[in-house]
């Protein structure tokens, strides 16, 4: 039989009634005499990673039947913690206090008893194994203790401190923030121990916080002078010496539109309009053609995994050389693509599409801006005629997604606009507008045609997968929205929830029904499977139009140039789904520490903004309320910042949970996500990039 960690679970829950030794799990299991060392092997592997438990005598059980729970702990700075179970084994996080640690760190990959509930739903344990240390490596300030020092992490989920012995110190002055390792990790009776990597610099230096966030996650912002060799020399063949199978598409008018400090054009766009519908040409970089499978470049490439876009810059994926050069669809340049070429009729409805390796010549590049500034004025403009058609096929194409259900959330996102000396200049709210959407319903065409002719002929593919919401979780949502007599049905469709947007638009409601409704969805990610995309209500979706700066479009070009024109063989599409299955998990948690990232550095921007700001008054909207306060964005700056209940002295407030609510327990005075309140700056704290409010009442 085959042997793999699925069928192994899967069976012990069946058959084994008992934590056993791997002889006894052998027979039990009936694993034949020639598997019994793979399958020893593929034991102890489990246990390593916590979907088994070893126990004394060398047995092994399930972890749920041991009342064990594994999962990784996410640190509190008062020393207590929560483990958030591994995905197979159910819902609730289990509260460890501090007691019960085991000297566990923030992020560790632990094994918990649960002991307790601290109340229903509540479960309370304790540390019994740590199975992965999984940091490293700490940013910290530096603080001297004779000869010696210690570390204290900017990160305060990790309450441990780190003592410095001086001969570790690397010259660290007292005060200055360090990027450090750590070498031995604690136990009962001693601190973690380690030692300066690198000397960042004092902590008021906006630049040094920036690189701080950087070493804390592990980015590399450079790459190795092997990876920039490999990049200059495939970044300096000449595209029309690969025309062989290629369609020529440079006489036909392509362009880019894009943001105004974009330098990476991975997408350009064609329209030919026809009397009976629209040809739609998407036209995307190959950057398959430059890197090649297995090379240090794509080695590199799945490493990063995508490009990290922050306030200040971003940290490509690929070397600029082809991310900003060889790759980019620059003006008057032929430049490798691959194109989907989509027909439509006049009412948008998709008729037929073909893909193609091709070569184009963009004839210019446009801002979203300038775009949306032809459109609205009119303008004589040569584009002016395919911009218009353009624009009609968009707006045709959005009514017919939102008719099929697609959800619409109405959340503004702010931008951070930074000035020549480093400095937050101003934060206002990022457009989005006509321009925007004509690109935006393109990509997803083409997105969804790409994987929709992969699905037809049965080529396994990298899929964009946005799965239904928990139940558990809309009926939370229903909770608290049947109080504006609004419910969604249970199990619900895309179109309940965009019927749902809809009805509150315009409403004082809207802001905290969108934003609550986008907080009951699950997140985005990659994968081998392909369920569908929940929340565009496409049944099949795959990224295909950014490969510069996401890893999962290079791999689907890849898969498209490979099986253009023949079939995948059963044995191909065993071997290629395994791959998949790790390039999905490896982009997966790149994109999600690169989120991580964007949104550190936008917090210590916004903190850094107010640091001036102390003491002024601001109106604001509740975004959030916890039992230890609530969240205030600043209509006027677009910054967000806590008011801690405890600076709330008018009453006891009690924190309702299914109503996003506090109640003050004498004059009933309540603050509710989506109120609006007058504050004002209490203080700023960049090392933890938090802003302190107190509600003006």
């Keep these: 039989m085959k042997l793999t960690e699925e069928k192994i679970l899967s069976m012990m829950k069946k058959k084994v009634a008992r934590p056993m030794k791997v002889a006894e799990l052998s027979r039990q299991l009936g694993v034949p005499e020639t598997q019994k060392r793979e399958f020893r092997s593929l034991i102890k592997e489990m246990a390593g990673e916590g979907s088994l438990i070893k126990i004394r005598g060398g047995r092994y059980g399930l972890p749920d039947e041991m009342n064990l729970v594994t999962g990784k702990l996410h640190g509190h700075p008062n020393g207590f913690g929560f483990v958030i179970p591994d995905h197979q084994q159910g819902e609730n996080d289990v509260y460890v206090n501090r007691r019960h640690m085991n000297e566990a760190m923030h992020k560790d990959h632990v094994v918990v008893r649960v002991e307790s509930e601290r109340e229903p739903g509540r479960p309370q344990g304790r540390v019994i194994r740590i199975l992965q240390r999984n940091t490293t490596h700490i940013v910290g300030t530096y603080e001297t203790f004779g000869k010696d020092g210690w570390v204290i992490p900017t990160e305060s989920k990790y309450f441990h401190d780190v003592f410095v012995p001086g001969k570790n110190r690397k010259g660290a002055k007292n005060g200055q923030i360090v990027h450090l390792e750590i070498e031995t990790f604690p136990t009962r009776h ?21 690189q701080s966030i950087f070493r804390k996650f592990g980015v590399r912002q450079s790459f190795s002078p092997e990876v920039l060799d490999e990049a200059r ?5 000449d595209p029309t010496e690969s025309l062989k199978n290629r369609k020529d598409f440079t006489k036909l008018q392509t362009f880019t539109i894009d943001g105004e400090r974009a330098k990476d054009f991975d997408d350009a766009v064609s329209l030919e309009r026809f009397e009976e519908g629209y040809r739609l040409g998407v ?3 190959d950057v398959s053609h430059f890197v090649r499978e297995n090379s240090l470049l794509d080695q590199e490439a799945l490493e990063r995994a995508t490009s990290i876009y922050y306030a200040d810059g971003v940290i490509p994926m690929l070397p600029v050389s082809l991310s900003n050069e060889a790759c980019s669809l620059k003006p008057d340049e032929p430049r490798l693509t691959v194109s989907a070429i989509m027909d439509f009729d006049s009412k948008a409805n998709f008729i037929a599409g073909t893909l193609h390796p091709s070569i184009i010549k963009s004839q210019r590049r446009f801002t979203y801006n300038e775009v949306h500034q032809l459109l609205e004025e009119e303008a004589d403009d040569p584009f002016m005629p395919t911009l218009v058609h353009m624009h009609q096929l968009s707006q045709l194409l959005r009514k017919k997604r939102f008719q099929h259900g697609s959800v619409d959330f109405q959340v503004p996102e702010s931008e951070i606009h930074m000035d020549s000396a480093g400095h937050v200049e101003r934060i206002s709210i990022s457009e989005h507008n006509s321009a925007h959407e004509l690109i935006e319903e393109f990509m997803l ?30 009926t939370g949502f229903n909770e608290f929205v049947d109080t504006f007599k609004l419910r969604l049905p249970s199990p619900a469709r895309s179109s309940d929830l965009q019927t749902l947007v809809q009805q509150v638009k315009g409403r004082p409601e809207e802001r905290v029904v969108n934003t609550l409704l ?10 081998e499977i392909d369920p569908g995309h929940f929340c565009l209500g496409f049944p099949h979706y795959a990224h295909f139009t950014s490969p510069i700066r996401r890893y999962p479009d290079l791999v689907l070009h890849r898969i498209i140039k490979k099986y253009l024109k023949r079939k995948c063989p059963q044995k191909e599409k065993k071997a290629l789904l395994s791959q ?17 990232i964007e949104r550190e550095v936008t917090d210590l921007r916004r903190a850094q903004f107010m640091a001036d700001k102390i003491g002024k008054t601001f109106h604001g909207v509740i975004t959030g309320v916890t039992g230890f306060g609530f969240f205030v964005e600043l209509q006027e700056v677009f910054v967000e910042g806590l008011v801690k209940i405890s600076s709330i002295t008018d009453d006891y407030y009690l924190f309702i949970e299914t109503e996003h609510r506090l109640i003050g327990q004498r004059r009933h005075r309540s603050f509710q996500i989506g109120d609006k309140v007058k504050v004002r700056v209490a203080a700023v704290d960049l090392g933890q990039k938090r802003i302190d409010l107190t509600a003006l009442l």
């Design 190 to 210: 001693k601190p973690p121990i380690g030692k300066v990597l690198e000397v960042l610099g004092t902590s008021n230096d906006p630049n040094v916080e920036i």
């Design 233 to 237: 020399d495939v970044g300096a063949e």
């Design 283 to 285: 036209h995307i970089a």
């Design 445 to 474: 065409a083409a997105n969804q045609f790409v994987a929709l002719n992969l699905h037809e002929r049965s080529i396994p593919s990298i899929h964009r997968i946005h799965e239904a919401p928990d139940p558990a979780r809309l």
């Design 518 to 527: 986008l907080r009951t969805m699950k997140k985005a990610r990659y994968s």
């Design 580 to 596: 998949l299955a790790e390039i999905s998990e490896q982009s997966t948690h790149m994109e999600i520490q690169a989120m991580s």
